[in-house]
């Protein structure tokens, strides 16, 4: 299964804020690996800068069953704690391929 997390920032988070954030939070999510049923993590940037865009896609390859468990991980709290102060919206996708 992937589990897609969608994120904009909101509007007063800057260019030079974007480059810091996207190391640390790869820094992050690469934490994620070491856990059952995780088997990739991946961060994508948005190239188009526009106000209907969604600016970073955070893809996970997990088992279903490692949901609940990513659910209750320390990145997971991590993420929302940390870095939920520059999210305007975020939008979530499971998918089986």
């Known amino acids: 299964m992937k589990h897609c997390i969608l994120v904009k920032y909101k509007d007063e988070v800057t260019a030079e804020d974007r480059e810091r954030l996207y190391p640390e939070i790869g820094r992050l999510f ?3 690996r070491a ?3 995780i088997h990739d ?4 940037r948005n190239v188009i800068n526009r106000p209907n865009r969604f600016d970073l896609l ?3 390859d997990m088992d ?3 949901l609940s468990a990513y659910d209750d991980s320390n990145v997971h709290h991590q993420w929302k704690d940390q870095y939920g102060k520059y999210l305007a919206k975020k939008a979530i996708f499971d998918y089986e391929d």
């Not at 993590?41 to 994508?44: D, N, T």
């Open 41 to 44: 993590v991946e961060l994508i």
């Open 35 to 37: 856990m059952d049923g």
């Open 64 to 66: 279903p069953e490692a």
């Open 30 to 32: 690469d934490g994620l």
């Open 58 to 60: 955070i893809r996970i």
